[in-house]
């Protein structure tokens, strides 16, 4: 498997611009994760979905951030429009969630360095 | 809210020491996970764990439920070894990961 798939791996853009992240989760999980690192606040969970259903996204910053799992295969986080403090890398994981349960080990994509100008 | 605490922030050894990396939890939990963050940036899931202990190669984690508190430890370190150790829990429940601040680990030929 090729496991966890993110893209773009490296995205820089301008302050208002609208800001797509994609994702490809391990094929057979359930449960998909969207993260974010920055150096001052470490890994922050944003959202999760467990057969494609957001399950929590209290960690969703603001109405400029939405994510959306339209199937199993495919997941997108938007930003816009894009401000510099969204500069971060985002990554991506994904579990088997066969319920929605708290023992699955999470498999972590490559992440997305993104850079607001 | 769970809090999750890591210490130390930073560690630099010699390479063969014993290196033991803590973590701390405020609430009850279903299990405690154990990351290594590589200098490239990749996330790779070291282990899981609710009770107990579990080793792989090198690496042991254990955990104390009553006490709130899990540990790290890499026997006979190695330069490789260098890295970003990251804790992480999650309650009962819910899948989501609450992480603490990470270890950095540095390892010295």
């Known amino acids: 498997d090729a496991g966890v798939i993110q893209s773009p791996r490296h995205e820089v853009t301008e302050m208002g611009q609208e800001v797509t992240l994609r994702c490809k989760p391990i094929?057979?999980?359930?449960?998909l994760f969207w993260y974010r690192q920055t150096m001052m606040r470490g890994l922050e969970l944003l959202i999760y979905?467990?057969?494609?259903?957001?399950?929590?996204d209290s960690g969703m910053p603001e109405d400029r951030f939405s994510a959306k799992m339209p199937n199993a295969s495919f997941s997108t986080l938007k930003i816009q429009p894009s401000e510099p403090r969204d500069s971060a890398v985002y990554f991506c994981?994904?579990?088997?969630?066969?319920?929605?349960?708290?023992?699955?080990?999470?498999?972590f994509g490559p992440g997305t360095r993104l850079t607001v100008l | 809210k769970n809090e999750v605490e890591q210490s130390p922030q930073n560690l630099t050894a010699q390479e063969g020491e014993f290196i033991t990396i803590n973590c701390s939890y405020s609430?009850?939990?279903?299990?405690l996970h154990w990351l290594q963050q590589h200098p490239g940036g990749g996330i790779v899931s070291l282990f899981m764990?609710?009770?107990g202990k579990k080793k792989h190669g090198r690496l042991i984690a254990t955990i104390n439920i009553q006490e709130k508190h899990s540990s790290l430890h890499i026997t006979a370190s190695h330069p490789r070894d260098s890295a970003v150790y990251i804790c992480?829990?999650?309650?009962?429940?819910?899948?989501?990961?609450?992480f603490g601040t990470g270890t950095r680990l540095t390892i010295i030929p």
């Open positions: 994981a994904s579990s088997l969630g066969l319920i929605v349960s708290s023992y699955n080990e999470q498999f």
């Open positions: 094929s057979g999980h359930n449960s």
């Open positions: 979905f467990n057969n494609n259903v957001p399950i929590d």
């Open positions: 609430v009850g939990i279903s299990a």
């Open positions: 764990l609710s009770s």
């Open positions: 992480a829990a999650t309650e009962f429940g819910n899948e989501k990961l609450t």
